[in-house]
């Protein structure tokens, strides 16, 4: 199922051919500055939910950010029910291209990051997820510090285990906290200026700027590195599990560079 304003997209087309124009804006870019412009974003859907048979909202996330798209069937917006129709069918953390207009919505926005919406006009799925995903990121994504206090009133939380998210990794790296890592790696290493290259071992210099950066940024001269690459390591050092071109070892870093393995 598929037209200009909606639809799956088949696999074919995905395939770049031509190049298109057409320019996507980052979620964690849309703020109250955008309002009134179109943009096209994508991301995954990461919460559903439609009312009524004329609308329908759609949470669209991308790394850390997330916007709430709205969607109101009306000859207004171009909207049909079918595009309602459509997008409350597309399972959650499938992928999503949305294009649309920038708004203010009246009442504060709390559930997501942006406090913009998005006035959908064409909504595609890219890929869909599974109807039913081997666990829900909100529990994934929970903290110990939430646990606790379930527990304290009496309350119950799913707990998604290790072997869990080990068995389904890809999944895993979606939740906050993996991405604020990877967020935290990038900036790390952008401001240390110095180029490493990514399958080599860390030399004095780039060990001692890495640390005199986190003593700046944490406050902390103790800090840990994993997964070094598999080449740069003893030969008894065992493969990442996931990916055997990485080690399955850590180094603790204290007091700018020295350390213990």
């Excluded at 943009?39 to 997330?66: H, M, N, P, W």
């Excluded at 646990?147 to 304290?152: N, V």
């Excluded at 309350?155 to 290790?162: G, P």
């Excluded at 001692?208 to 590195?225: A, C, H, M, P, S």
Aim: hydrophobic letters at 40%; one cysteine or more.
């Amino acid at each position: 199922m598929s037209s200009e304003n909606y639809g799956d997209i088949p696999f074919e087309e995905l395939q770049s051919k031509t190049i298109s124009g057409r320019s996507w804006t980052d979620i964690d870019d849309l703020d109250e500055a955008a309002a009134g412009r179109s943009v096209l974003i994508c991301g995954f859907a990461q919460a559903i939910r439609q009312v009524g048979k004329k609308r329908a909202f759609v949470v669209l996330r991308d790394r850390i950010s997330t916007v709430q798209c709205v969607l109101s069937a009306s000859d207004d917006t171009g909207v049909s029910m079918q595009i309602i129709k459509f997008a409350a069918s597309i399972s959650k953390e499938s992928v999503v291209d949305i294009e649309g207009v920038v708004s203010l919505p009246e009442k504060p926005i709390e559930a997501t990051t942006q406090k913009v919406e998005i006035q959908v006009r064409k909504v595609h799925c890219i890929n869909r997820a599974i109807p039913t995903l081997p666990f829900n990121l909100q529990d994934a994504a929970r903290s110990e510090a939430e646990f606790h206090m379930a527990e304290q009133s009496g309350q119950k939380l799913a707990r998604v285990h290790q072997d869990t998210r080990l068995d389904h990794r890809v999944l895993d790296l979606r939740t906050p906290a993996n991405q604020a890592i990877f967020r935290i790696e990038s900036h790390i290493g952008g401001e240390a200026g110095t180029e490493i290259e990514p399958m080599s071992d860390l030399n004095t210099e780039a060990e001692k700027k890495l640390g005199r950066l986190v003593k700046e940024k944490y406050g902390t001269e103790f800090f840990i590195l994993h997964r070094y690459p598999l080449a740069v390591r003893p030969f008894y050092t065992m493969p990442c599990y996931d990916d055997p071109a990485y080690s399955n070892s850590f180094d603790v870093f204290i007091r700018d560079g020295y350390y213990i393995i």
